[in-house]
T-cell receptor
């Protein structure tokens, strides 16, 4: 059972455009939603994260929008650059009953930004 | 530089062979994790450890074993019981739980000869 559904699987955007990646979840106990960015041959790195008490969080060109009632959250990359080309993973976590095993990842979105 | 070091970068396994992937961290993190990454499948948790001499199975532990004898080290053994071991293996650590940010190594690509 896939706990976090991520779409699209791949995305091609022109330089300067907006990249949008969506994730949906079912478990209402989830209360922490991070996004990780992975470049080829490297491990993922935390990009930005949000908790459900806010509807939006912005860090530079990256924004997470969160819709608690719809159980959806999305990553927006404004003014997309070729250097943003990477695979992006959404994830979800619920309060620890003994920790991090609760973090579940989406299947990833491969973003390509064309010059 | 503080970080996580995985070795080797590439590893080949012969039929029936056990192989061990190394993971060392100098971040003084308590928790360490092993994930398996297959194309289009995201990250799946194999094992995790929150303290020395203790570890827990993740979602796909069958065919794998780990040890945590030192805080900084969390080696993963892929046993011959793992029939489909070809994958990219990622080690990670965090100060406490995963919501405190996971730090990942650069991974080991394991292939079967």
């Amino acid at each position: 059972q896939q706990q976090v559904k991520q779409s699209p699987q791949s995305l091609i955007v022109q330089k300067g455009g907006i990249s949008i990646i969506n994730c949906a979840y079912e478990n209402t106990a989830f209360d922490y939603f991070p996004w990780y960015q992975q470049f080829p041959g490297k491990g993922p790195a935390l990009l930005i994260a949000i908790r459900p008490d806010v509807s939006e969080k912005k860090e530079g060109r990256f924004t997470i929008s969160f819709n608690k009632s719809a159980k959806q959250f999305s990553l927006h990359i404004m003014d997309s650059q070729p250097g943003d080309s990477a695979t992006y993973f959404c994830a979800a976590d619920r309060p620890a009953q003994g920790g991090s095993e609760k973090l579940v990842f989406g299947k990833g979105t491969k973003l390509t930004v064309n010059p | 530089d503080g970080g996580i070091t995985q070795s080797p970068k590439y590893l080949f396994r012969k039929e029936g062979q056990n192989v061990t992937l190394s993971c060392e961290q100098n971040l003084n993190h308590d928790a360490m994790y092993w994930y398996r990454q297959d194309p289009g499948q995201g990250l799946r948790l194999i094992y995790y450890s929150q303290i020395v001499n203790d570890f827990q199975k993740g979602d796909i532990a069958e065919g794998y074993s780990v040890s945590r004898e030192k805080k900084e080290s969390f080696p993963l053994t892929v046993t011959s019981a793992q029939k489909n071991p070809t994958a990219f293996y990622l080690c990670a650590s965090s100060l406490g739980t995963a919501r405190e940010k996971l730090f990942f190594g650069s991974g080991t690509q394991l292939s079967v000869l």
